[in-house]
């Protein structure tokens, strides 16, 4: 019991308090800061629009008309037949105009010389230290936050400078000039937007306090469930202190009990981790702050691997009953090989470890078999290898082909195996209990043990102490024509193309929102349904071009509600989207009608290929 308490449950909930702390402390600033860049560079571009459309103005409408036209130019173009706008007039009009179509940005334009007409206006702090700027000869835009009129806005003001000898010129002769020795390339003013951000800011905290909420749930769930763990683990362990015989018979008619628990907990772990690895794709692909980057990388690695841990516990259950299901698809071997070496780099530079691997003739080797459960295997062996050398050492990989069978090897630097505990390495006996240091979280190389007896191999352990460790495993796969493997290209979704409406039944709030992120990224609206008997109400087809359906609901699940909906919509796309991922569940949603399966954490991409089979 305690080495289970510290092997596995220590470790999924250690994962929890690290995802937790890095929500808490670096998307909520991450989003923040990202408002603030967005809108910056918006007006910036706004002042450069601005800049440029005076300078257009000057060269094409005021220098043609003081060559070809009686036209005169000036400030009261308004109040005169014959008169057209002065440039800074011009922008003056523009900017009020914009400000009236729009209470989010405003445009100035303002000068240490100005005309008579504008002398009575009154400067602020910002604009005074803008001319400021300007003028020690800084031709950096001056930019700052404030709070005007108790509204959070960036302000960014760039210098306004006299690129034509006709202005110069118009400037310096003007009968009511404040100055009269302007010279080409002078700063004649200064051009400022403003850019109000209080609405943006609301959306952020609207998000941050889903976010928060997804934490609260995901600590509560997991404390609950570890509890629930211990207490079941603690029940039977005093069981088999009263009677070996008992806990046996015990076990055997508990299977039941055992697999529905499993399943549950399932169920329940993955409710929250969808949120956790949903958001943080959201923020990665959304992030444009190169500080925050790593940090949401860490949450999404972490993710992934309380994601494995979580797995690995559950694959116990099968691998038990031998009901490990082995799915053969064909694979090109050094290309997967060089892909999987590639996710090994960050753990090996932590420890700054070399890996030498060797593949000899695999350049051209197609094979036929499951390589996503030989992936399994090779992470373990990695896994293991990578804790177990020193520093500064090097871990060494081969891969070959011969006589019909997929031969694996992975040599270690670590302190070796007393040779009497090597049998014990594959079993989960007494002693072995002792032993379960040597693999992750005390299951890899059972796990190792069960796949590779699934698919008909064998593993083997060589290994002296004080001289590391050698694992070699034999596959029997077939080999295969590369020329007979189709190039599996990237789907690729055009966002044009999905202009549709869908139904979301859902009733976990935290998942509502991360669903309609995902689905309003790539143009499709929603509604939501928070149960199966709604989601029957709600259905039309005439409006929704799916529907994306859970299965655990309150008042009725996904299943009801799909046969529900099939009475009266037989052709209704109807697509569950679920944590129940246990071993039949997937066939057991199609087999009742479902059109596809999507497991939560749901994979965006994932999420996309799918929808695109059924949006057109």
């Not at 509204?151 to 100055?179: E, F, G, L, Y």
């Not at 934490?215 to 683990?233: H, R």
């Not at 040779?419 to 007494?430: I, M, P, T, Y």
Request: hydrophobic share 40%; with cysteine; glycine share 4%.
């Amino acid at each position: 019991m305690s080495s289970f308490k510290f092997k596995v449950l220590l470790p999924i909930f250690l994962l929890t308090v690290v995802e937790i702390i890095f929500i808490s402390f670096f998307s909520i600033s991450m989003t923040e800061k990202q408002i603030e860049k967005q809108a910056l560079s918006q007006a910036l571009l706004k002042a450069n629009d601005y800049k440029i459309l005076r300078q257009y103005y000057t060269k094409n409408v005021i220098e043609v008309v003081q060559k070809h036209s009686s036209l005169d130019m000036g400030v009261n173009h308004h109040s005169q037949d014959e008169m057209i706008p002065l440039p800074a007039t011009m922008i003056h009009d523009l900017s009020r105009l914009s400000s009236q179509v729009s209470k989010d940005v405003k445009v100035k334009l303002y000068s240490q010389y100005p005309f008579p007409k504008r002398q009575n206006r009154i400067l602020d702090a910002f604009a005074k230290s803008a001319i400021k700027h300007f003028n020690n000869e800084n031709s950096k835009p001056y930019i700052k936050r404030e709070l005007i009129d108790e509204k959070p806005v960036v302000r960014v003001a760039i210098a306004d400078i006299m690129t034509a000898s006709s202005c110069v010129k118009c400037h310096n002769t003007h009968a009511q000039t404040p100055k009269d020795d302007w010279k080409l390339y002078d700063v004649r003013g200064v051009l400022e937007v403003d850019l109000f951000i209080q609405d943006q800011l609301a959306s952020a905290s609207e998000l941050r306090d889903y976010v928060n909420y997804s934490i609260v749930i995901s600590i509560i769930i997991v404390a609950i469930l570890v509890s629930l763990l211990v207490m079941y683990y603690n029940r039977n362990e005093k069981k088999y202190l009263l009677s070996i015989q008992t806990e046996r018979n015990n076990a055997i008619n508990s299977e039941k009990d055992k697999d529905q628990f499993f399943a549950n907990m399932s169920h329940s772990l993955r409710t929250p981790l969808n949120s956790i690895v949903g958001f943080s794709q959201y923020l990665r692909e959304h992030n444009k702050d190169s500080d925050a980057e790593f940090h949401i990388e860490q949450i999404q690695n972490n993710s992934t691997y309380l994601l494995h841990m979580v797995n690995e516990v559950l694959d116990l259950s099968s691998m038990a009953e031998g009901k490990l299901q082995i799915q053969s698809q064909p694979f090109k071997v050094l290309e997967q090989i060089e892909l999987l070496c590639d996710e090994f780099k960050g753990k090996l530079q932590e420890k700054n470890l070399s890996l030498q691997y060797n593949h000899e003739n695999l350049s051209d080797t197609c094979l036929e078999g499951d390589w996503i459960r030989i992936t399994e295997v090779i992470h373990h062996l990695m896994d293991n290898a990578i804790k177990f050398s020193p520093e500064n050492e090097e871990i060494l990989f081969i891969i070959t082909y011969e006589y019909g069978s997929l031969v694996l090897k992975v040599q270690d630097s670590g302190p070796g195996i007393p040779l009497e505990n090597q049998a014990l390495l594959f079993s989960l006996s007494s002693k072995q209990r002792r032993l379960q240091h040597f693999t992750t979280i005390g299951f890899g190389l059972l796990n190792c043990k069960a796949i590779i007896d699934a698919m008909g191999g064998m593993i083997e352990c060589i290994s002296t102490e004080g001289q590391g460790s050698l694992f070699v495993v034999h596959l029997a796969l077939k080999q295969i024509d590369c020329k007979t493997l189709t190039s599996k290209e990237p789907t690729k979704i055009d966002v044009e193309k999905f202009n549709a409406h869908v139904l979301i039944a859902e009733d976990n709030k935290t998942n509502q929102l991360l669903l309609e992120l995902l689905l309003k990224d790539k143009n499709i609206t929603v509604d939501i349904a928070e149960d199966g008997l709604q989601a029957v109400e709600m259905y039309n087809p005439n409006k929704h071009a799916l529907i994306l359906m859970d299965e655990d609901m309150p008042r009725m699940t996904g299943l009801e509600a799909l046969v529900e909906i099939r009475e009266k919509f037989p052709d209704a796309i109807i697509i569950a989207v679920t944590a129940n991922v246990m071993q039949g569940d997937k066939e057991r949603f199609l087999n009742a009608g479902m059109n596809d399966y999507i497991s939560k954490p749901i994979d965006a991409k994932y999420l996309m290929k799918i929808l695109s089979k059924y949006i057109s």
